[in-house]
Structure formats: structure tokens, C-alpha cells
């Protein structure tokens, strides 16, 4: 469902004392214009709300409405068509809990991560838990990957894999990614090179 309204830009994310807490960040995985919010079937979508910004306006572009959703991955997943040079901010619950993700598209494509984590990326890598995706579109084949931890400030390899033929799930790896540092994913889907910087912070926030 589309959704044009526009309101003044007067949002604040945080937590009245004594009211609802604020939302925590936690990221989606955007890949082109499908937008999945989790990729864990046992996660259920409770709502959606999408908004990017216009001359300080703030645009609805799609929202679930008042009705509560009872969505499960794959079901839970949406497509969205972005504007590149916009702002996004996608406010959605998790099995009861509420969270955001803020981000940026700039005019070539490249999307950056806002809010408590910075990341910036070419397409989205879904994190969750130790399980990591590089898409989660059956039709991408992921022929390439290799993970590389910043420590000291000197970056390491610390996964890899070559001369692949994979398609999702076989393409999603699992890797104990340690907090407090930066990582580095480089891979190749459909003989194309992307790249995600990507750090966790000692919240364990992604």
C-alpha cells in the first residue's frame, strides 16, 4: 500500500522518562527493491512504517496501517522501489520489540548505514546472530566472498571462499563476529564485485 503524507519534520527517537522506550537500531537487508526485515522464520513482523525526507518533509512511502501483522520470512518481506539522493528511516517490530534502521542512498547507488552503527555498502549483507547472507534472491549466485577483521588497525582474513556456485540458503555462511570490531565483506554475485564495511559495537548493536 502506498502512502503520501506530509508532516513537518519533528521526530525525535528517544524515550520519554516514564514512556515507551526508544526504538533499537538493528538493520534490514535491502537487496535492490526487495526489503526483508528478518530472515529468520521463527521472527514475526508485528508492523512496518517507511518514510524518506523532502525539503525537511517527511514522506510515508509505505506503512502496514493500525492492523497488526503476523508475518514470517518469507512472507515478511517487501518491495520498495528507492529514489536515489534520499534519506530512509524504516521503523518496524519484532516479535514485540520495536526497531529502526536508518540509512542513505546516494546518487550512484551506495547505501550508507546511519544511526548507532556505521556501515556503508553497494547492497545489503543480513546479519543475524552468526549467520550471515550475501542475498537472500534465490537468482543471485554468490561465485566469491572473503571477510576481513580490522584489529590494531591491521586487517586480516579471517573467511573466505572461491570459485563458487552458490545460491541462497547454501550461499549464507555462519561466523562468530566479535564485538567491538570492523569487518570488511567483499564478494562477487552474478560475476558482479560488492563490498560492506561493517563494525559492532560492544552493544552487539549491527
Known sequence: MKILVYIPLVIMLV??????????TKPTLINGDSLCFS??????????????????DIIFLDSSGNVKLHLFYP???INIQWKYGHS??????????????????DNNGQLTNLGDYISTTERGVFIHDDVICFSVNKSDTLNYYRVESAESGQYKIIKSGENLN?????SCIKLNLKTGYRYIFTYILNGNKHSHLHFTD???DL
Open 166 to 170: 552458490l545460491t541462497y540458503p547454501n
Open 88 to 105: 530512509y528511516v524504516i521503523s518496524y517490530g519484532l516479535n514485540g520489540k520495536n526497531f529502526v534502521h536508518e540509512f542513505f542512498i
Open 15 to 24: 524515550g520519554c522518562p516514564g514512556g515507551p522506550r526508544a526504538p533499537e
Open 202 to 204: 560492544n552493544k552487539e
Open 75 to 77: 512472507d515478511s518481506c
Open 39 to 56: 530472515i529468520n522464520n521463527k521472527d514475526e513482523l508485528n508492523y512496518y512504517n517507511i518514510t524518506t525526507t523532502n525539503n525537511d
